[in-house]
T-cell receptor
Framework: DVKVTQSSRYLVKRTGEKVFLECVQD?????MFWYRQDPGLGLRLIYF???????EKGDIPEGYSVSREKKERFSLILESASTNQTSMYLC??????????????FGDGTRLSIL | AQSVAQPEDQVNVAEGNPLTVKCTYS??????LFWYVQYPNRGLQFLLK????DNLVKGSYGFEAEFNKSQTSFHLKKPSALVSDSALYFC?????????????WGAGTKLIIKP
């Protein structure tokens, strides 16, 4: 089974802090994604990466950056945390081989609170 | 513009009764369609997908979904609901013609199965 591991389940930070969310997958997937999930809004894509050192902006990249130095690891960075970034953050990965019909596999999420 | 609609925020079903969670989509080309389930405080789990072929797709935990091209729908169904099916369900779509791996997500439907 694919395993996507997010480093923290719950995190509390203060406004203005630089926050790092880490995600590791163990199935050699090429694609990795960061989403935020808010009630009634579904999943919104922040950034995704289809290869090491490659990144593409999603729908809501403002206030975030990402890093993918190794294939298995995809980090989300909140440059200067604000209260409106309080949310559930979900990491996912998918296989590129076989086409774009491959399902995404998700971690259990990080519930981030910015005080 | 591509979109996914899940018209019901919440669906209530008695245990043992059949359930349906609705999804309609809009893409410019032909779709790949997905259903995911999210249990409380967990990430999303892949249930099933439609790629091509038979319009009735079977997936995990006894769920199935019917692709209807004329109605642009992909409703999730189960013949006999279990209390353990209570969760948040997401429909997602990708246009086959897209060169990226992004999914367009519905807002989610909360399914409540009452004993």
């Amino acid at each position: 089974d694919v395993k996507v591991t997010q480093s923290s389940r719950y995190l509390v930070k203060r406004t203005g802090e630089k926050v790092f969310l880490e995600c590791v997958q163990d199935m050699d997937h090429e694609n990795m994604f960061w989403y935020r999930q808010d009630p009634g809004l579904g999943l919104r894509l922040i950034y995704f990466s289809y290869d090491v050192k490659m990144k593409e902006k999603g729908d809501i990249p403002e206030g975030y950056s990402v890093s993918r130095e190794k294939k298995e690891r995809f980090s989300l960075i909140l440059e200067s945390a604000s209260t409106n970034q309080t949310s559930m953050y979900l990491c996912a990965s998918s296989l590129a081989t076989g086409g774009s019909n491959q399902p995404q596999h998700f971690g259990d999420g990080t519930r981030l609170s910015i005080l | 513009a591509q979109s996914v609609a899940q018209p019901e925020d919440q669906v209530n079903v008695a245990e043992g009764n059949p359930l349906t969670v609705k999804c309609t989509y809009s893409v410019s080309g032909n779709p790949y369609l997905f259903w995911y389930v999210q249990y409380p405080n967990r990430g999303l789990q892949f249930l099933l997908k439609y790629i091509t072929g038979d319009n009735l797709v079977k997936g995990s935990y006894g769920f199935e979904a019917e692709f209807n091209k004329s109605q642009t729908s992909f409703h999730l169904k189960k013949p006999s609901a279990l209390v353990s099916d209570s969760a948040l369900y997401f429909c997602a779509v990708r246009d086959r013609g897209d060169s990226n791996y992004q999914l367009i997500w519905g807002a989610g439907t909360k399914l409540i199965i009452k004993p």
